[in-house]
């Protein structure tokens, strides 16, 4: 039996664990997420033409690590997978997002996969055209088009702030530009990876990219495929192998939703049968996944049979 969320149980599954929310807490290394609310939480189920909203809904945040999501669909859309996975691994690295020591020991220190800092930084560097803003803006008019919100843009406060405490990134970049992984300019492919991380968005919108890629690219309203099924496909496992970092295990056992975090507090949920999921709650676990998010994943997914396997 399909077993739908409503408005009513979409709330009290948010009340219920609303208190994981105070086991964590709100990223601090980039300045300006500080200063996102800790008690605001919101979740958004997306069904294609329905919508079911419960919480702090209307609350922007930023992408984040979400966006790594797209940035590869739009890397593997413009260069196809052999090129792409020439560059970027496949593999789950068991190590937190920003680690750099796995650089070391992969030869020529090609980044475990595109969902951690290093190979997302990689797959920046491949969007780089020869305008620098180019790539940002072209991922802007991606996010638009997919979430059908025209309003969708960069928060360069955010990003300024990212910017001015980047330095692990941006020692990653030098190392992967000194193996020669990284072609462009450093603080060209920086800028680009920080731009793009710093996209505003709300529950609303992320449900719906869930929605489109749960539904192989297809818009959930009008059918137009926005991105090729087979990269949805290939983004979608990503977000179940490497999605949640190094609790993408336990995550796939406990909630089996494919899954994707930002350090914003946010989580990108989508699943096979076009249902998307939007998640916001700031503070964050020990592997940088939202506290009472991943929670609630795990409470809905036990309640109401999304698991995909
Ligand atoms: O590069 C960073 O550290 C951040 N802009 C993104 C990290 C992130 O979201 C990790 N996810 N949970």
Redesign the pocket.
């Known amino acids: 039996m399909v077993l739908f969320i409503n408005k009513n149980t979409l709330a009290s599954s948010l009340e219920a664990v609303q208190l994981e929310a105070g086991s964590g807490s709100v990223a601090s290394?980039?300045p300006a997420l500080q200063q996102a609310d800790p008690a605001a939480f919101g979740c958004v189920v997306h069904y294609g033409r329905e919508k079911v909203k419960a919480g702090d809904t209307d609350i922007y945040f930023t992408l984040?690590?979400?966006s790594k999501v797209i940035s590869l669909a739009l890397a593997l859309m413009d260069k196809g997978s052999e090129e792409v996975f020439s560059k970027v691994g496949m593999e789950p690295s068991g190590n937190p997002?920003?680690s750099i020591q796995t650089l070391e020991k992969e030869k020529p220190a090609k980044p475990l996969n595109p969902m951690i800092?290093a190979g997302a930084l990689v797959v920046a560097d491949m969007l780089q055209e020869k305008e620098p803003d180019a790539a940002a803006r072209r991922f802007v008019r991606l996010i638009r088009e997919i979430t059908s919100n025209p309003e969708i843009d960069i928060c360069f406060e955010t990003a300024a702030s990212?910017r001015n405490h980047?330095n692990?990134?941006r020692a990653l970049c030098y190392f992967l530009k000194s193996h020669g992984v990284i072609e462009n300019d450093v603080e060209q492919v920086l800028n680009t990876?920080?731009n793009l991380?710093s996209v505003r968005v709300n529950s609303c919108d992320l449900a719906r990219i869930g929605s489109v890629l749960g539904r192989d690219g297809q818009d959930p309203e009008t059918g137009e495929q926005l991105i090729p099924a087979w990269t949805a496909e290939m983004v979608t496992t990503f977000m179940v192998t490497c999605g949640m970092?190094d609790a993408s295990g336990s995550f796939a056992v406990k909630a089996g939703i494919p899954c994707k975090?930002?350090?914003?507090g946010a989580l990108l949920g989508s699943l096979p049968d076009g249902t998307g999921i939007g998640v916001y709650s700031p503070p964050?676990d020990s592997?940088?996944?939202s506290a009472a998010g991943t929670r609630l994943l795990e409470k809905l997914s036990s309640d109401y049979q999304l698991s995909i396997f």
């Open positions: 290394y980039i984040q690590s979400i997002f920003h800092n990212e980047s692990l990134n990876y920080i991380c970092y975090s930002g350090v914003s964050l592997h940088g996944n």
